[in-house]
């Protein structure tokens, strides 16, 4: 908060908001004035995150007791909507600062070692649910494609059009998985299947479902709410 107000107030004194008035906000002469003030705010914000976060900390870890049974939907549309890709025929898609850009196979993603978890998905909604996926490590996994570990961001397309991307150290993060499974059986449909991102260290829309490329980026990828004024790190 000290920074953020330190923030505000050189923007004062730079005469980029003046006077500054909760109504100035609402300005019909600046309308974009608000926007740009938030979402430079935002970027901010990511900055700080970033600098916090520590890449050792450990999302918690719940008991099998404490798996939320039925598991909890959400997309951008309705559950009746969610795409159906055909495992055999699915390939993950390579792009960027990645050395071998084969694309990927799902027996071969299910060949590699495998991490299980516990843990819980947090929506900006406001809801929670705990669910046990597993899968392969994404730094592993970026580790044996020949990502470049020195880029910004790895960033992620969806079978439904969905995108996300996320920073390179929570990408490899211990507990950042490319999931395979839920529940000990392969994910289902509308809830990522064949792979999605599972990171418990970010909010519920930073774990991509019904993966289909990965990239590995220095230009900001941005993502689907992120372009729409989520915050972009939405992490801890
Ligand atoms: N492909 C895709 N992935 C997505 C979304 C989406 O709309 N499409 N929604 C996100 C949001 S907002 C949340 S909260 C979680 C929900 O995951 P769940 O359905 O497994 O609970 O998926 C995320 N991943
Ligand atoms: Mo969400």
Redesign the pocket.
Known sequence: MIRRRALLQRAIALGLISPLTACDFDDPAHPDLADKFLSAMSRWNDMVQAALFNPHTLAPSFRPDQITRP???????DISQAPVVSPASWRLALSGQIADQRPWRLDELQALPQQSQITQ?T??EGWR?IGQWAGVRLSEFLRRVGADLTCRYVGFH???G?YTSIDMASALHPQTILALSFLGAPLTP???APL?LRIPTKL??K????LVALSVTNIYPGG??EDQGYNWFSGS
């Open positions: 598991p909890r939907f959400n997309a951008f549309y998905l929506c900006v649910t969806c079978a439904d969905y509308p809830f990522g999605r519920g829309f774990n991509p479902k019904s689907y709410w």
